[in-house]
């Protein structure tokens, strides 16, 4: 009885404490050239892509700039970065994986 009752609180407490991460690039169908070709998994996190255009118009009216990645935790957005008017994210690909990775390990 011990033993069920400590692996029931183990599982509540590992529900409880997990985080909800997801990454996501915002392009444009007309800069795919400029995507970053970020790996399918990072720490664990799906890197999901979506196209601009695709969107609803709430979305389309907050991405000023293409490509934008951003991080979310449980559906809020908690770190983004952002192009600039030469429409190619500047940051090189290694920095920002190990930044979001960072963001994710906290």
């Known amino acids: 009885m011990k033993?069920?009752?400590t692996l029931i609180i183990l599982l509540c407490s590992t529900w409880v404490f997990s985080q909800d991460y997801k990454i996501v690039q915002v392009n444009a169908k007309w800069n795919?050239?400029?995507d970053v070709k970020l790996p399918d998994?990072?720490?664990g996190v799906k890197v999901i892509y979506i196209y601009l255009e695709n969107q609803q118009s709430n979305l389309k009216n907050q991405i000023k700039y293409v490509p934008t990645?951003?991080?979310f935790k449980n559906n809020k957005p908690i770190v983004q970065w952002t192009s600039n008017l030469?429409?190619?994210l500047i940051i090189p690909k290694d920095q920002l994986i190990n930044?979001?990775?960072f963001h994710i390990n906290k």
Request: a positive charge; hydrophobic letters at 50%; proline letters at 0%.
């Open 99 to 101: 930044e979001i990775k």
């Open 3 to 5: 033993n069920l009752i």
């Open 32 to 34: 795919t050239a400029n």
């Open 41 to 43: 998994y990072i720490s």
């Open 69 to 71: 990645i951003l991080l």
């Open 86 to 88: 030469s429409f190619k």
